[in-house]
């Protein structure tokens, strides 16, 4: 059974780098032809999906996000990672990861984890 959950923590300062950790179980990150993603969903607004990394290690990211957002991997943990620099109060949200396939079919996802950004 795949399982994905998210890890990090819930409060982040204006200015700071935001760091979730996603441990997957269940199956390998690097099985074709999967893409392993991060989408989040701020306070009263829809999902915004921010960007993946895929089997091959090759990533993706929202261009409006871009300038701001890495994700890596550590195949050797089976996880993923997001970072986001330059946080405001603005990127609080509950933040997803979850696995996608070249349907963009979404099958299994994390329990989700809140993020805020105050001082």
């Known amino acids: 059974q795949v399982q994905l959950q998210e890890s990090g923590p819930g409060l982040v300062k204006p200015s700071q780098t935001l760091s979730l950790t996603c441990s997957v179980s269940g199956t390998s990150i690097t099985i074709n032809y999967y893409y392993w993603s991060w989408i989040r969903q701020p306070p009263g607004k829809g999902l915004e999906w921010m960007g993946a990394?895929?089997?091959?290690?090759?990533?993706y990211y929202s261009p409006s996000l871009k300038s701001r957002t890495s994700i890596s991997r550590d195949t050797s943990k089976n996880q993923f990672t997001l970072q986001l620099t330059s946080v405001t109060p603005e990127d609080t949200a509950v933040y997803y990861c979850?696995?996608?396939?070249?349907?963009?079919?979404?099958?299994?996802w994390g329990q989700g984890t809140q993020v805020t950004v105050s001082s």
């Open positions: 979850f696995r996608d396939t070249e349907l963009q079919e979404r099958d299994y």
């Open positions: 990394i895929d089997y091959s290690g090759s990533t």
